[in-house]
Every structure is written in C-alpha cells, then in structure tokens.
C-alpha cells in the first residue's frame, strides 16, 4: 500500500509565523530571534490509523514522507500495583520498551526509537546525506539500530564514557559509523564534534529538539495515553536532560484540545532531573528564562557522578520560545530533583510492583511523582500519566548482545577540517571495503 505524506506546515512558535517545510526546516528563516518551530497539521482530529503498524499508527501526525520497517509504538496500561503504593486512583504507565506481556516490543528499550523512526521517516527514501546525531546513549542506541534496520547512513557522536550503551541483539549494517569523544567529556562535548562535522553540507545535521519530526515521535506517547485513558491526563511526569519529550508532550496537548473529544485541559507538566546535574531545576527554581550558568569542567564532573547518564545536556532547550520554561509555565508544571538513592530505590520498587525493569531515567520520574504527591502539587484522585522511557533490558538481552565499539575517537578541541577529514576517511574505508566484497 502506496503511503501519502503527512499534508503539514510550519509555526514559529515566537513569531506566529507560519510558513512551508523545504523539506528539512530546522529554524524559521526570516525568525529574528529563537524559536522552535511546530507542525501544523493538515489533520486537526486525532485519527490513529488501523491500516499502518507500530509507531505509525499516529502518522497523521507525524511529519513523515515514508514508512520504515520494525517500528513499535509506545504502550499505556493502567497501574495497579504501583498505583497501591501511591494510593492512585488513576494512575496510567506509558511504556517504551521491551516488555511482550503488556505488548511493547522496542528492541532497544527506549521510547528514543519513538524520534527515530519519525525523523528519519522525514527524510526521502534516495536522500544523499549522511545524517548525523548526537547523543548522550539511548538515542544513540536508537538511531543506530533504526538507520541499521533501514539502510540509512549516519554518524553517531556519543561521549565514550557512555559507550556501554550501545548495546544491540542483532547484527549491524556499516551504513552506521559511532564517532565518540574521550574518556571525561560529556554530552555537549559530543555535540560540538557533530556541529563541527555538519560544516560541510554532505552531512546532515538531525537538529535535536529542533527537529519537528523528533518531538512528534516522542509526543506519540501522549497520543498513546490518550487512546488508552480516553481523555487528556490532569498531570504528565518524565525524567529530562534536554526537556525534549515534555515540550512534545505538551505540543501534543495543544492539538489534542483543539481537536475537542478529549478534554480542553492542559495537563501539568512535571520534569525530573537527578542531583547533582541539575541546569534546569536550578534555573526553573530561580524563575529564570536564562540557564544558571554552569561551566565545562562542573558539567563533566556531575555528569560523572549521576547514575542516569541520559539526563546531562548542559545547553538544553529551555530558554528559547517554545522551550521547557515557556511549557512549565504555560502548563502550571513544576520540576524536581531526585538523587542516585531515591533511582535506586525506584528502580526496585518498580520491578517488584510492575514487574518490568526499567532504567535510572524512567525511574527518576518515578521518584518526582512521589515527591509531587507528597507535596500536594499532585491529587492521588488525578489521572496522571506516567512515561516510562525506557526499561525491558533483561527480557530484551536474555539470549545475549554485543556492544558496538567507536569506530573513531576524537576531541571536540579539534578544528573543524580535521573532523570532517577523519570522518571522511571513515566511510570511504567504508565504502572501499563494501566494494571489495562485492
């Protein structure tokens, strides 16, 4: 069956400008300060389609111009077990993961493949570039199994001391190569080898939280909520490093209200972090737009120090229109900070009451929900709506895995030529050694 695209325009959202999609639109052209961007759809009801699987089943919203192979949506049931230790009426779990029992079967178990399959759906099927991510783990993770799965080149930047992340189960295609930054560097470390390797216009810069198409993909698991619950949630937490998947939720809130059978509420949005990396809290905290100033070397050593890895962007998009801080404000959200004990601690609770292991991250949205209850912010009668990033690793892994090595180690202290020439190196070594086996 022939796939139309997704029919959708572009808002930005501190202008009110609206305008088309060239195809790859990151930014406003004619904005004359930042912003991000929103789709609007052509579509204004929410209309899952039965006649597509896994994460398209939402591709009318979802800016996308093809379908790509293996995608599975997010999975929301409603909790009982962790409902009794809060003492929730109703209390709903939005999975991304692997766990076959309740029907979420993300090999790479995290709601990451979510942004995956919707960016790289937004690129045409005979597109040229070299698409080029950067990452703090899971969305590593996802990329690589998704460009892998359907044979899309890309270049992962990850720092290395993450590198146990990419972890797989299935055999990789070399159309992907991981480019990681040394032993003591971090997430924007990362970040700056990707911006300087997109310098040269053959490769593609993803863009992050920029990138519609990314905060669509993660907002598909509101629309996942919303199709279980039947109404728009009272309140919304998820664990954040850069705050991506909050503003996608809310962004999601808007259209789902406009639509009107579901509510006209805006669900508060509450945003984890863990202690000590906490830019945003701290900001949030002082009622600042503008983040609290954090430099280099306090960046990389708390970074270190966290046990959710994921959560460590040091320039996250808050402050811009359409950021975290408009959303937190916009919804009556609050963040919270939890430490490595009260993760651990979680993490536990979880698998005893829900029977799933999950990861650090998710279950640092687990300890705000406790602490957000116990302050009040939160009514035990609420219907709240719970995302589980990530978790079903030791379902997914019981017959084994691999980790996937970096192919390239370099320092983002390196001028950009040099950058780009090694990675060229690289998949000309690539491209050489296909050819030889043919």
């Known amino acids: 069956m022939a796939f139309t695209p997704t029919k959708y325009r572009l808002l930005n959202i501190g202008s009110g400008r609206v305008f088309d999609d060239e195809g790859w639109t990151l930014v406003d052209p004619e904005g004359s300060s930042p912003s ?36 599975h949506a997010p999975v929301t049931y409603k909790s009982k077990g962790l409902a009794s230790v809060f003492g929730m009426d109703n209390l709903w779990i939005t999975f991304s993961g692997y766990a076959p029992k309740i ?12 942004e995956a399959y919707s960016v790289c759906a937004r690129l045409p099927k005979n597109d040229k570039h070299v698409l080029v991510i950067q990452s703090a783990g899971n969305t590593a993770r996802s990329f690589i199994r998704v460009c892998s799965d359907n044979n899309i080149p890309a270049v992962i930047c990850i720092p290395e001391d993450n590198i146990n992340d990419l972890w797989f189960v299935r055999k990789l295609r070399n159309c992907v190569k991981v480019v990681a930054t040394p032993h003591g560097t971090d997430y924007f470390d990362a970040i700056t080898v990707g911006d300087k390797l997109c310098k040269d216009t053959r490769y ?19 629309l996942s909520a919303v199709e279980a619950i039947g109404r728009i949630p009272d309140a919304y937490f998820q664990a954040v ?18 639509d009107g059978r579901f509510g006209d509420n805006i669900m508060k949005i509450f945003a984890v972090q863990n202690d000590p990396f906490t830019i945003m809290y701290d900001s949030w905290k002082k009622d600042s737009r503008e983040l609290v100033p954090l430099s280099a070397d306090d960046s990389r050593r708390q970074a270190a120090m966290i046990l959710a890895k994921v959560l460590s962007n040091r320039k996250p998009p808050y ?3 359409g950021g975290l801080f408009d959303v937190l404000k916009a919804s009556g959200g609050d963040m919270y900070k939890v430490d490595n004990n009260d993760i651990v601690y979680w993490m536990l609770q979880f698998f005893n009451k829900e029977g799933i292991d999950i990861f650090p991250a998710a279950a640092a949205a687990v300890a705000g929900l406790k602490k957000a209850l116990d302050e009040g912010k939160v009514d035990r009668k609420d219907t709240v709506m719970l995302n589980i990033s990530g978790g079903g690793m030791l379902k ?17 202290d390196l001028p950009f030529e040099d950058i780009i020439s090694q990675v060229d190196k690289l998949l000309t070594m690539n491209t050489n050694s296909r050819k030889s086996r043919l």
């Open 36 to 71: 991000l961007v929103r789709a609007v759809y052509e579509n204004k009801q929410f209309t899952p389609r039965n006649d597509l699987d896994g994460l398209y089943r939402y591709a009318n919203w979802l800016p996308c111009k093809r379908i790509l192979k293996h995608s």
């Open 204 to 222: 593609l810069p993803e863009g992050g939280a920029k990138n519609v198409a990314r905060r669509d993909g993660m907002g598909t698991t509101v």
């Open 241 to 258: 490093g850069s705050g991506t998947g909050a503003i996608a939720a809310y962004e999601n809130n808007l259209r789902l209200k406009e």
């Open 396 to 412: 997914a892994t019981q017959k084994g895995f691999f980790l996937k090595k970096p192919d390239l180690v370099l320092s983002p």
């Open 103 to 114: 029907g979420a079967r993300m090999s790479t178990c995290s709601f990451k493949e979510t």
């Open 319 to 321: 402050s811009l229109a």
